[in-house]
Every structure is written in C-alpha cells, then in structure tokens.
C-alpha cells in the first residue's frame, strides 16, 4: 500500500510518501512486514533564504530468515526453511529514523550559502540459528548519529582572462553504535551479555575548491582550470564493557589532500579533461 500527497500553500510546500508493506512469503519462516514515510517540508522564509525540512521513517518489524537449503533438501521441498531456522525463530528487525535540515540563503547573484543539519537513529536486532558447533545467538546494534555542514559559494564575472567559481565549505560528523549479543533460547535472549562495547566514529573536514574559465581573444572559454583542497580528521574510538576494558582504544587519521584538472570544452558536446588527486582513507 501506498499513499503519496504534494501540495502548497503560500509560502509553504508540502510532498511526503507513506508505504507499507506485508508477505508471508513463498516458503517456511520467511514473513516480512515493513512501514515507510518520506516527507520534505519546504518553505520561503524571505525572498533570499529557503528552508527544506526532510524526515525518512523505517521501520522493518519482521523479516524472517528462511535460511539456506542444500540440494539435497530442496529437491524435495523447497518451502521448507533451512535447518534450525523454525525452532530458533531465525529473523531481523529494523529501524531507522533521520531528520534533516537545509538553510539557503542568497547574499547577491554571486554569493550565496549552505547550512545543513542532521540526526538520526538506528536499531538492528538480529537473532541467528545454532550451528553445528555453537549454539544459537542474537546481535544488536543501536546507532545514533549527526552532522553539521556547510557551504559557501562565489562567482567573479569581470575578470579580464574569464571567470570564476569558488566554494568553501566544512563537514562534521559523528555516530555511536552499542553492539550487544548473546545466546537464545528458542528464538528469545537467554543469560548474560556474550559481547557489550561503544563504538565511536567522529570526522571533521574542511575544502575549498575554485574553477577558472579562461577565455580567449574571441571572448570563448575552451578551458576550465580545477583547484582544490581538502583537510580531513577522523577519529574512531572503542570501549570495551563486556571485558573489563581490554578491548578500550582509540586511534586517529589525518590528512590534507589537493586536486588539479583542466578540461578542454573541445565542442558543445564533447569535453577532454585530465585530473590529478591524492585520496585520504582511514585504518
């Protein structure tokens, strides 16, 4: 099922999208249920400044695992679910809530800025059939996360060899997940916590970025030249509850990364162009 609604009104416009979702599925345990809403709020506050609002809503409540078959199994019978996968109820639940926020304002023609915002969380709550050799488990997960950015964007036009963009801009982002798990019994948690940590990621970034169009004495611009460069900082961290602290540590990465191109406008629909970087990847 799905139901969708767009609409405006002075200053304010409106889209959002609700879905749902339901099977019992083709074979043994292997039911689903899901539930959606998207929405984007947008209004004018004055004539230079917009504000967009933008909500995701998901929540998965069930989503059996059949499990794997053999060929030996599924000759003859292929609904039936994998081995232990009844008697330990073998599923997944998921949710997923985020909300953001986007501030534009225009200063002039030529300057305008970004703000961004977000938070959001997640929980997974995984439960796993028993094994040859060990004995059934659960895995949970429970996130929360946020970010802050923003941009902000120039134009010289009256430059004697062509003109220019440029772009500055910085990023923050967090999150923390608590990882738990443990044995079951019959589908459902069973005894003491087999695993209990924090872990924590955080970033920090900031770029900035300027294309020149150079123009020659025809008053074209066959070239674009690319300038950039962008600071980069994560962190990552762990704490450990389930063994006393042997598992605690932290680490941190950084980086400062250029990039250089140029790109030759050969035709309206045809462009050359070369690039050099350097990336940045954490661990």
Do not use: C
């Amino acid at each position: 099922n799905d139901v969708q609604f767009s609409g405006r009104t002075g200053n304010v416009g409106l889209v959002a999208d609700y879905s749902t979702f339901e099977i019992d599925g083709y074979r043994q345990n292997s039911a689903a249920e899901r539930k959606q809403f998207n929405g984007v709020l947008t209004t004018q506050l004055q004539d230079d400044t917009k504000l967009k609002l933008v909500a995701n809503l998901f929540d998965m409540p069930l989503a059996q695992d059949p499990l794997g078959l053999k060929q030996s199994e599924l000759q003859p019978d292929p609904r039936r679910a994998g081995n232990n996968a009844e008697l330990d109820r073998t599923r997944k639940s998921v949710q997923q809530n985020q909300l953001g926020a986007v501030l534009d304002h225009r200063f002039s023609d030529s300057l305008q800025m970004q703000w961004r915002l977000y938070t959001g969380t997640r929980t997974n709550l995984q439960y796993q059939a028993r094994t040859a050799v060990a004995g059934s488990a659960w895995v949970g997960l429970d996130r929360d996360f946020a970010g802050l950015g923003a941009q902000l964007k120039g134009k010289a036009q009256d430059l004697a060899q062509g003109p220019l963009d440029w772009v500055l801009g910085f990023d923050l982002d967090q999150s923390a997940e608590r990882r738990q798990g443990g044995d079951t019994v019959n589908g459902e948690k069973s005894g003491d916590l087999k695993r209990n940590e924090l872990n924590k990621a955080s970033n920090n970034d900031a770029y900035g970025q300027v294309n020149w169009h150079w123009t020659d004495a025809q008053g074209r611009n066959p070239y674009t030249f690319t300038a950039g460069l962008r600071r980069s900082s994560v962190e990552l961290s762990n704490t450990d509850y389930y063994g006393n602290g042997a598992g605690n540590g932290n680490v941190g990465y950084s980086a400062t990364n250029p990039v250089l191109g140029i790109t030759w406008h050969a035709a309206d629909t045809l462009n050359v162009y070369a690039n050099w970087g350097i990336g940045f990847k954490s661990g």
